[in-house]
């Protein structure tokens, strides 16, 4: 076996357990080793003379601060998707307005979820499959957002799509998913494209 795959093998199977138990081999009974009131599932390590309250004080801090970090980007990309300006479908429905959709993706909605799955490194390559997926992922947040209420061009376009594959069933558990319109949304849009090509014809 070689170098590399034994070291492959040593990180793999490492446990927390087996830190601790080597802090506890090398630094005897000067450090503590308890769990923390944050997490069950994580640690913390301290001098024995450290005052507790005041550690755990620290840690409580840090973690409140980072929790409202994540919580006033969240509300502030909520903002900015109640804010959207609604295109409401026309009586006389075309599938120009199918692919449009009722609203655009707001700016801060879509670099949040690119940088998401984009992470920091900057050598990954744009590709179509990314953007795609990203307006997916940023269209069901806009519709569940809104309960509904705001139809994004996914939720139009793949609710009639598969409307006209004839499977109820199918489209209803999409449906449940947040991915698409409702069955009877669907079976109305489809009627309404119907009258207005009848009407132009």
Known sequence: MSKETLCKNYFENYRAE?????????????PTVRSSPICARKKLVYKHDIDVSKLVHSTVIRESAKEMKLREVAYSVRNSVKAINIRKLPEK????????GECDIPVDLFNLIFNLIHGPDLRRQQSDDDLFRINSICSDIIYAITKGRIKPSKHLSLGLAIKSTSSRKVLTIINKYGHTVSYSMAEELETELAFTAQEEN
Do not use: A, M
Not at 20 to 29: A, L, M, P, S
């Open 18 to 30: 087996h830190l601790q138990d080597k802090i506890i081999r090398e630094f005897g009974d000067v």
């Open 93 to 100: 429905l075309h599938v120009s307005n199918i692919t449009d």
